[in-house]
């Protein structure tokens, strides 16, 4: 089972914020089997959509050499169900960060409607404790990204475009010449 | 010595953000940990908090002395030593180390620290 909950990155500025879209479709089984008589994405759901755009903005800041994990949800609040052929807006800004983590606000809209606030708190896993721990096969995290759009539409402060990091590009041909 | 407070107003802001806790709860004798609730991460969270709020930086290991906790120099079977908590007193002049030096294990520690200190180390901050 695929595990993403964002479908394409609309905006990327590294350091600073994301946004990004899901589109709630009928085809997803939790979207009628998580509460049977209640058909929508789940919550829990769209904040790891949140989680998703939030971590890579702040995993991109290494270059995604940093393990991030989403630490804490300091809180979420919705307004609304979200519901098949609706289009999740989610926007999510830096507000903070460290070498132990950093903390990203957001705000996910439906139709240009408030639709959810979210507060998330990532953790940079140390060297030093996590040895051996690998998040994502390297190869497989970049096709990830690619597939999410963040090169197509990230930028860096100064408005040059994001390139894909050399470790990812050899993470890559690796896995071409494996398979 | 109470806090000031438009000191006590904006930690209490932030400790009811960070940790989900009623503003009623957050008085100047409750223990982070203890009577909060605090865990590792949501400290973090508390410093961005306390960062943003007051526009100060502060120092990871000011308020969390994790390295002396851990520094073999400082700690014997479990608790810490006589230098050791020269050192926390120290690095720490904000926090009250009286009843903590009584029996200073370690892992009581965590634990010490109150609302009162928190915005004593503020206050030291902005001052």
Partial sequence: MRWFWVDRFTEFVSGERAKGIKAVSLS??????????????????????????????VGQLSDFTDRIVLAKITSAEFQMDA?????????????NQDGIGAMVNGTTTIDGKPHGTINLMFAR???????????FEPAEFCRMIRLM??????????????????????????WFVKN | ???????????????????GVDDDEVTEEATM????????????????????????????DELFPDDILTNAEYIDGGKVTDAGLAKLKERMPFADLTKFEQN?????????????????????KTA
Avoid at chain 1, 87 to 95: D, I, N, S
Avoid at chain 2, 33 to 46: C, K, P, T, W, Y
């Fill in chain 1, 125 to 135: 896993l140390e060297d030093e404790r996590f040895t051996d721990v690998e998040l």
């Fill in chain 2, 1 to 19: 010595m109470s806090v000031k407070p438009e000191v006590f107003s904006k930690v209490q802001e932030a400790l009811v953000d960070a940790l």
């Fill in chain 1, 28 to 57: 997803e089984e939790v979207v009628d089997e998580y509460a049977p008589g209640r058909t929508c994405l789940p919550a829990s759901l769209i904040i790891e959509g949140m989680a998703q755009l939030g971590g890579l903005l």
């Fill in chain 2, 104 to 124: 200073p294990l370690v892992q009581d520690f965590g634990n010490l620290l109150t609302v009162k200190d928190l915005c004593k180390y503020v206050e030291t």
């Fill in chain 2, 33 to 60: 940990v203890g009577d909060l609730g605090a865990e590792s991460i949501d400290f973090l969270d508390i410093v961005f908090k306390l960062e943003k709020a007051f526009d100060i930086t502060i120092p990871r």
């Fill in chain 1, 149 to 174: 759009r963040l090169f197509e539409v990230g930028v860096n402060p100064d408005g040059t475009p994001i390139k894909v990091p050399e470790h990812m590009i050899e993470a890559e041909k690796r």
């Fill in chain 1, 83 to 95: 519901y098949p052929g609706d289009v999740l807006h989610f926007e999510v800004v830096l507000q």
